[in-house]
């Protein structure tokens, strides 16, 4: 039994022997770079691609089976030029444990590897060749029999580095960059902790981004039980991407994912941000202390948004927080007790500083595509309730209700200075741009108890809003302004740029409202305006040199300012006899009262004509005819001031050309016409006189005729 033994352990340690010297025979003799001619054929008839070998190829076989490749690449399709390339690629397993269907790495080294990815105008890409008719890669059909079981692996270490890979679309012109990526690992195997480190560089023109990703963590998983974790994650990205002139993210915490019981978890999770741009500077911090998901719901106890805004000179600071929940099912999700605190300051807000806070709820259907929003609190200096809706997210419908006590918005809008006011004149105007209009879906209603806005005052402000496929429908338009009412609407189309205004005001008083509005001082009284306007242009100037419809003004117990014409007509006769006429300027301590004053205006590219002014008052009467040039912002219009009675107790006409420019109207009056027309009555009644005289002269001497007629008659 011994002997039988002896010899078959002698008959094994032959065979060892032999296949060892073979091994080693194999090793010293092969030479895999002796049938490069035959691998680049190979290639070359499978591909049509050209294979380059230009460094050597190193083989091992014992105890590890190994490959070593240095400065490979294969060529485009029927074409020399380079499509990817390997600088050098070493690979290291063990070669026993591959008998039990474990694979042992030594290690993975890839280095220097660089592709070009293409999309050609039309449509075909560089690599249309290696899928398949369906687009998928090439595979071969999986052999039938053997083990279902699981290979098991054991990576000591990978090290991946210089790989640059870049795509570049002929069609739209874009073009996308992978620079220096470099992957470094650990040991990877199930359940062993693994260190993992990646640096990448990205670039883009199609949007222009330029960033620097760094990623580590420690990752562990279980492929037998599909769990992964990764623990003290860390991602840096720094850059430019969009407008972002300075882009700079850093985010850290856990994640567990367990993906079998579709369970996933995040713990001491926080991002933080920074953002410098032409629009100013930004610095966020998002933090979640812990997130629980399952196949049915998600759920955080607390999520908190800090948000540090810098903005042409002004700061914000921005603080949301929220309890998060959610089905993951119907992918409902509800911030169901939201805050939002904001703090400003800058020498532009009201007392050089604002705050607000505001409390509500906010619920997202993804699967219906719509959002339901609540809020009440304060708002800037208002005390503010929203009901806010949206539905569909490429194309939202929006509907909204606003309800405010209190507004000053020029207290956050931009001073209008005379500074500012040479400034505009001397820049070339903008035209207006209503390209957000021509997709805005809205509909709602804003209701604000008291508004000042470009220093009108108004309460009771009531604004409905319908906007749809490029026009927008305000109506109704209302308020109580002045002492009176408003009430109307406006229609605005985006599409063709025009505008529609119809608007009647009501016992409203001009002269504060024209002050407040305008900084004109030309009128007062109390009345009605009605506003029937439509324009069309996209600049200010061409609406105005486009308006066409009708105006009309009725107003009571009021005043002219800026002349007094009955003063004019009554001092006539303190003239001298050569004085024809005399032009003068505005005088804002003179004016002329009337008790009614009425005009209706025919509006025609930006011409307002007039041909029925009446102006009455206790002394005078007041005619007139002419036009305003809203476009050009000047004035040529003809009036006849009628004096009831003069100091003779005659009537007079005295003609008042008013012209120039809105902001310094000039007064022409005929003193002249005064004068005839003063002579003319003058005449008129000497006519009267010698008529009179005629008429009396004849009857006296009828008389006497009749008289001697009658003496003789009788002798």
Do not use: W
Not at 361 to 370: H, Q, T
Not at 418 to 427: D, G, T
Not at 466 to 481: C, D, E, I, T
């Amino acid at each position: 039994m011994s002997k039988i033994l002896k010899y078959a352990l002698l008959c094994i340690a032959a065979v060892v022997g032999v296949a060892v010297v073979g091994i080693v025979y194999i090793v010293l003799t092969f030479d895999p770079n002796d049938y490069k001619a035959q691998i680049i054929q190979a290639v070359k008839d499978d591909t049509q691609r050209n294979l380059h070998l230009d460094g050597d190829i190193k083989l091992s076989f014992f105890p590890n089976v190994g490959a070593s490749l240095g400065n490979i690449s294969i060529s485009e399709f029927k074409n020399e030029k380079e499509f990817i390339a390997i600088k050098s690629a070493r690979v290291s397993l063990a070669l026993l444990p591959l008998l039990s269907q474990r694979v042992i790495v030594d290690e993975v080294v890839v280095s220097g590897l660089k592709a070009t990815l293409i999309k050609y105008k039309d449509g075909t890409t560089n690599i249309d060749d290696l899928l398949g008719k369906d687009g998928s890669p090439k595979t071969q059909a999986p052999q039938k029999g053997g083990s279902s079981s699981p290979i098991k692996f054991d990576i000591d270490s990978v090290l991946v580095e210089k790989v640059n890979f870049s795509y570049l679309d002929e069609i739209s012109g874009a073009q996308y960059a992978i620079n220096d990526l470099t992957l470094k690992t650990g040991r990877i195997a199930n359940d062993v902790p693994s260190k993992i480190y990646l640096s990448v560089g990205l670039q883009a023109n199609q949007p222009e981004l330029d960033v620097v990703i760094q990623f580590e963590t420690m990752l562990t998983f279980d492929l037998n039980k599909k769990k992964y974790q990764l623990q003290d994650m860390a991602l840096q990205a720094n850059g430019v991407a969009l407008d972002f002139s300075e882009l700079n993210i850093a985010a850290k915490g856990n994640v567990n994912a367990d993906t079998m019981a579709q369970e996933f978890s995040v713990n001491n999770f926080e991002l933080n941000a920074i953002l410098r741009g032409t629009f100013g500077h930004v610095v966020a911090n998002l933090s979640l202390p812990e997130l629980k998901s399952n196949k049915q719901s998600l759920k955080t106890s607390m999520l908190n948004l800090d948000l540090d805004i810098e903005q042409h000179g002004q700061a914000f600071k921005v603080n949301l927080n929220s309890p998060l929940s959610g089905d993951i099912e119907t992918q409902q999700f509800n911030l169901s007790d939201l805050r939002v605190e904001v703090n400003a300051t800058g020498d532009k807000l009201p007392n050089k500083s604002v705050s607000s806070e505001m409390k509500g709820s906010v619920r997202l259907d993804n699967l219906k595509e719509s959002m339901q929003a609540d809020f009440a609190g304060g708002l800037l200096q208002s005390q503010i309730k929203a009901k806010i809706g949206v539905k569909g997210f490429t194309d939202p419908a929006i509907k909204f209700d606003l309800a405010l006590d209190k507004l000053d918005a020029d207290l956050y809008l931009p001073k209008n200075t005379s500074e500012s006011k040479v400034s505009v004149y001397k820049q070339p105007e903008q035209p207006l741009d209503l390209t957000a209009l021509k997709t805005l879906n809205l509909e709602g209603s804003l209701r604000i108890d008291s508004l000042k806005a470009a220093n009108v005052k108004v309460s009771k402000l009531r604004v409905d809003v319908k906007a749809r496929n490029g026009q927008v429908n305000v109506s109704p338009l209302s308020a109580n302004l002045y002492q009176g009412s408003t009430d109307g609407k406006i229609i605005v189309n985006a599409n063709t740029y025009s505008f529609a205004i119809n608007q009647k005001l009501k016992g409203v008083e001009v002269e504060p409202l024209l002050k407040d509005a305008s900084e004109l001082e030309i009128a007062e009284g109390k009345g009605n305006i009605l506003l029937d306007l439509s324009t069309q242009g996209k600049t200010v100037s061409a609406l105005k040199k486009a308006l066409n419809g009708n105006v009309s003004v009725n107003l009571t117990n009021g005043a002219i300012k800026g002349i007094n014409l009955t003063k004019l007509v009554e001092g006539v006769q303190n003239l001298s006899k050569d004085t024809r006429s005399q032009t003068l300027g505005v005088d804002k301590s003179e004016k002329t009262e009337f008790s009614e004053f009425k005009a209706n205006f025919r509006v025609k590219n930006g011409v307002a004509h007039n041909d029925d002014l009446a102006v009455k008052s206790t002394v005078l009467r007041l005619t007139g005819n002419g036009d305003i040039d809203i476009g050009h912002d000047n004035m040529d219009y003809n009036a006849n001031v009628i004096l009831a009675k003069t100091q003779q107790g005659r009537t007079a006409t005295l003609p008042v050309i008013v012209s120039g420019p809105f902001d310094a109207l000039k007064f022409k009056v005929n003193y002249g016409a005064l004068f005839v027309d003063a002579a003319k009555q003058k005449i008129n009644e000497k006519k009267e006189e010698v008529k009179t005289k005629i008429k009396a002269d004849a009857k006296e001497k009828v008389q006497e005729e009749l008289t001697k007629g009658l003496k003789n008659l009788f002798r």
